[in-house]
């Protein structure tokens, strides 16, 4: 009787115990570092609890993050069907790995900030060099004040295979190092530089001093048909890999006992070094991340912090007064609206002490972490019996010439023609259903004139749901990077008409397609 009575006593908090370790054991788990729970890192479950409820009534998308306390894992989560498995496309958090490769470059004495440009590049130059071109360093290129204006980048990347010419040759209307301009082709330029005085892409120079020591392996990074790496763009790295740059900065580039980058290196690079709008008013400034001064390809951020910074939402926020450092991939039309969401949630979960333990707390927490998702598409009503039909297609902008359906059980197989490839898709209703294809994705530099090629099979997630008897929608998601495409078919006898539409354009501009049975 007395042991019965115990046992009834204590169940309740043995439950718990038993659902926590279930939870983090079967959830999604980083392997370079350790874990620890929130209240002994002095963070606030309940503080991260409501960080993800804010997330989930967002609007931004979130894909992944990872928060480390005092070099430990207090929370971690990956939105299905994005793994902690997969790379992520990082757009301009890129930068900061170019950043990290002239640093070993300075480091062993191959270049110096304080270099010019012009002479890394004698048989690229233009016909008449002017004053400020032949005054542009290494520095005005790392801290984004060339002086060209506008910013280049989509004008070269789309227009010539030879970016390195190209760049040198635009103009240069304002003194190097006076005036801030975002330029993502300066970290190009970075970028060849550093290949210039190696002899090696950034991606192999950085193997053995930086992926190798952190234990960081599959990625890849995309590449000019120079055969240069693209520099400000497109790395592909997991979560947990940028936590492990973040931690690299944090400790002043001591990673595991070793110096890899001299501290004075991560000071220089990473402390304001050029003001992105002097002359904005003080209250403006303090409400934006966006105006707290650029650094070497890291920006500074409001709390003391700086961050690797990639469109749409891809952060490394590293926060030296906490000694902590958050990761999140995300795609959103608001990036300060993200970040807000960090110092609004997550900087106040922190304290300077443990915290008494939580166990309810740490278990509603882990599970909500293990099971966070993004919901496929479903269908609304009954799924109409509609037979096999292969559309023909009037000329349009995606160079599409016909699309055809294959209905199976709550499957759907799209098989896209175009003039060189057929691509074949498939989907289910109220499922992500994995997938590979050679059909590049939308990106925002999907016109570069780069090669793409080692990219492919891309990875894919297909989910399909009939919003009525004549609509059928579908998502595809490129889970490699923050983006999808939605195609909505509406089907009115032997006719189509669809719209094809990329997630980063947010509804403002959507493809048509019209077609009629074969």
């Not at 989560?77 to 990290?100: A, V």
């Not at 993502?184 to 550093?194: E, F, G, H, R």
């Not at 939402?313 to 608001?334: H, L």
Request: include cysteine; hydrophobic fraction near 40%.
């Amino acid at each position: 009787m007395f042991a019965s009575k115990t046992c009834k006593k204590y169940l309740p908090a043995i439950c718990l115990v038993l659902l926590l370790i279930h939870t983090r054991l079967y959830a999604q788990k980083s392997n370079a570092f350790p874990e620890s729970l929130p209240e002994a890192e002095g963070v606030s479950s309940a503080g991260i609890d409501s960080f993800l409820n804010a997330a989930a009534a967002s609007k931004h998308e979130f894909h992944s993050i990872m928060f480390l306390r005092h070099g430990k894992v207090v929370a971690q989560g990956w939105w299905n069907p994005y793994q902690s498995s997969l790379r992520h496309s990082l757009y301009s958090t890129s930068k900061s790995f170019t950043s990290t490769a002239v640093g070993f470059a300075v480091s062993e004495k191959l270049l110096s900030v304080s270099d010019k440009v012009i002479p890394f590049f004698p048989n690229s130059l233009p016909d008449t060099i002017s004053t400020n071109l032949a005054q542009l360093t290494v520095k005005d290129l790392l801290n984004m004040s060339v002086g060209q204006t506008p910013d280049p980048t989509f004008t070269i990347a789309g227009s010539t295979e030879h970016w390195v010419k190209g760049f040198l040759a635009l103009p240069i209307v304002n003194t190097p190092g006076t005036k801030f301009l975002y330029n993502t082709m300066a970290t190009y330029m970075l970028s060849a530089i550093v290949q210039k005085v190696t002899g090696q892409k950034e991606i192999d120079y950085l193997k053995p001093r930086l992926f190798a020591p952190l234990g960081i392996t599959g990625m890849d990074w995309e590449v000019s048909k120079e055969g240069i790496n693209t520099g400000g763009w497109g790395l592909r790295l997991k979560t947990e890999d940028l936590a492990k740059l973040g931690e690299l900065y944090l400790h002043k580039g001591m990673w595991n006992g070793k110096q890899l980058l001299p501290k004075a290196w991560i000071e220089e690079a990473t402390t304001f070094k050029i003001d992105q709008a002097p002359g904005v008013a003080q209250s403006k400034k303090d409400s934006s991340d966006w105006m707290q001064g650029y650094c070497y390809q890291f920006w500074r951020c409001r709390h003391n912090a700086f961050r690797a910074d990639g469109a749409f939402g891809q952060y490394i926020i590293v926060m030296p007064d906490q000694d902590a450092v958050i990761v999140i991939t995300c795609e959103t039309a608001d990036m300060q609206g993200e970040i807000n969401l960090v110092w609004q949630y997550l900087l106040p979960a922190m304290h300077p002490q443990a915290l008494p333990a939580n166990p309810a707390a740490d278990a509603a927490l882990a599970q909500k972490l293990a099971h966070l998702s993004l919901a496929p598409l479903a269908n609304a009503v009954a799924a109409p019996k509609i037979k096999d039909q292969t559309f023909t297609l009037r000329p349009n902008p995606l160079n599409i010439k016909s699309i055809a359906f294959r209905n199976g059980d709550n499957k759907c197989t799209l098989i896209l023609k175009k003039d060189s490839a057929t691509y074949t898709l498939n989907f289910e209703s109220g499922k992500w259903l994995p997938g590979k294809t050679d059909m590049q994705g939308p990106s925002l530099v999907q016109l570069a004139k780069e090669d793409f090629s080692f990219l492919k099979p891309y990875l894919v997630d297909g989910s399909f749901g009939w919003q009525d008897e004549q609509t059928l929608q579908l998502k595809l998601r490129y889970i490699e990077s923050p983006h999808s495409e939605t195609i909505t078919c509406r089907f009115n006898g032997n006719k189509l008409a669809a719209t094809v539409e990329n997630s980063f354009e947010y509804g403002h501009h959507k493809m048509e397609l019209v077609g009629e049975a074969e």
